[in-house]
Each structure stands twice: as structure tokens, then as C-alpha cells.
């Protein structure tokens, strides 16, 4: 059974501070996509890493994949509340357009 | 351009029917992919349809099935609804690019069976 796992499922983090999230799979995959959720809406994409070693950054998030070990990992540098949601990593290891989605990392930065 | 749209936003059914739940994918989009979001949980994969055909099928009974038209639109149709069925639905549409394959949401259908 493919498994995604995601840790920790909760976080809570004073602005300014640095963290990273895990995203742990069971099976090949060398696509993982990362993508944040506000209460009451849609996912919205974040991160798309389609090879090992693959590194993105966009403002304060920084995400990496290493498909050796199958697993990414979402860093967050000197959170601000605008960051507060819910992070989850997705697997692709089938013919495409088939996610496999992780538990979900809700995430609260405290003024 | 308009992104994934989803219909009806909200909908209350009773234990036992049947609902019908649509999307139109972003133009140009040829694959439309649902999801069931549980609360409190990641999106589970239910189907993925390409060119009108079934491509994917989750872990999910008998009692859902899903269609798409030959514009691209899509319908997931749960018949003899449960209590577990409540969920946010989730409709997803994409492109083949290069290697990949990136998926855009649309805002959902909040279901609540009572």
C-alpha cells in the first residue's frame, strides 16, 4: 500500500523562527509536489520537483526532493503569519494526473 | 482564463440518494482528476479521466463512478450516500508539459450527507 507520510501533523511557530516539514513515501516516485490549503478552500500549488537533488525556493519556503532516500522536505525560513495553513506533499508515481497525497502539516505562526 | 470551476459549491443530501457532482476543466485542459478531502485529511485520489476515458481509479466502492464529456467537462456521480461520504470534493484539470504533470484545483463541492 503507498503510503505518504508527513511529519509533524502539527506546528506552531513564533514569527522569525525557522522549521521544516517532512514528507516521507513509500514507493518510486520521481515527482512530488508540495501545495498549501487555507481553511475552507482549494490546494493551491506551491512547489513542483521533478528530479533528485531537485531544490526550489520561492520567498520564505524552500522545498528539496531526494528520491534516494523518498523524501522532501519544505523549509521555512523566518515565518510570518501570512504563512499559517496546511501543507501537504503529494506523490505522482503512476502514469500521471494520479496523486497520492500526504497527512498534512497545519501550520500556525504566533505573532 | 478561468480556472477549474466546480458545481454546486454546497449541497445537503440524505442518507440514500444520489448526487451528481460537476467541473469543467481550465481550456485547453484534457484531464480532470477527483479528489474526496475528509476533514481533517489529505485529498484522496477517486479518478482520473484523459480523453473521455477512465485512465485511474482509487480505492473507492462501487458506488462511485464519474464521467467526462467530449468537452472535456466531467461528472463524479455517488449513488446510496453514506454519512462518510461527507467530504470536500475536489476537481482537479492538467496538461502534459514536459516530464510532468501539474495538476490545477478547482474550489470544491462541500458535501454533507445527513
Known amino acids: 500500500e503507498l503510503k505518504v507520510e508527513q511529519n509533524p501533523l502539527f506546528l506552531s511557530m513564533q514569527e522569525g523562527k525557522n522549521y521544516t516539514i517532512y514528507c516521507n513515501y513509500s514507493?518510486?516516485?520521481?515527482?512530488l509536489y508540495w501545495y498549501r490549503q487555507d481553511p475552507g478552500k482549494s490546494l493551491e500549488s506551491l512547489f513542483v520537483l521533478l528530479s533528485n537533488g531537485a531544490v526550489k525556493q520561492e520567498g520564505r519556503l524552500m522545498a528539496s526532493l531526494d528520491t534516494k532516500a523518498r523524501l522532501s522536505t519544505l523549509h521555512i525560513t523566518a515565518a510570518v503569519h501570512d504563512l499559517s495553513a496546511t501543507y501537504f506533499c503529494?506523490?505522482?508515481?503512476?502514469?500521471?494526473?494520479?496523486?497520492?497525497f500526504g497527512t498534512g502539516t497545519s501550520l500556525t505562526v504566533i505573532p | 482564463d478561468a480556472g477549474v470551476t466546480q458545481s454546486p459549491t454546497h449541497l445537503i443530501k440524505t442518507r440514500g440518494q444520489h448526487v451528481t457532482l460537476r467541473c469543467s476543466p481550465i481550456s485547453g485542459h484534457k484531464s480532470v482528476s477527483w479528489y474526496q478531502q475528509v476533514l481533517g485529511q489529505g485529498p484522496q485520489f477517486i479518478f482520473q479521466y484523459y480523453e473521455k476515458e477512465e485512465r485511474g481509479r482509487g480505492n473507492f466502492p462501487d458506488r462511485f463512478s464519474a464521467r467526462q464529456f467530449p468537452n472535456y467537462s466531467s461528472e463524479l456521480n455517488v449513488n446510496a450516500l453514506l454519512l462518510g461520504d461527507s467530504a470536500l470534493y475536489l476537481c482537479a484539470s492538467s496538461w502534459v508539459a514536459v516530464n510532468f504533470y501539474e495538476q490545477y484545483f478547482g474550489p470544491g463541492t462541500r458535501l454533507t450527507v445527513t
Open positions: 503529494a506523490v505522482d508515481p503512476y502514469t500521471g494526473n494520479q496523486f497520492y
Open positions: 514507493t518510486t516516485s520521481d515527482r
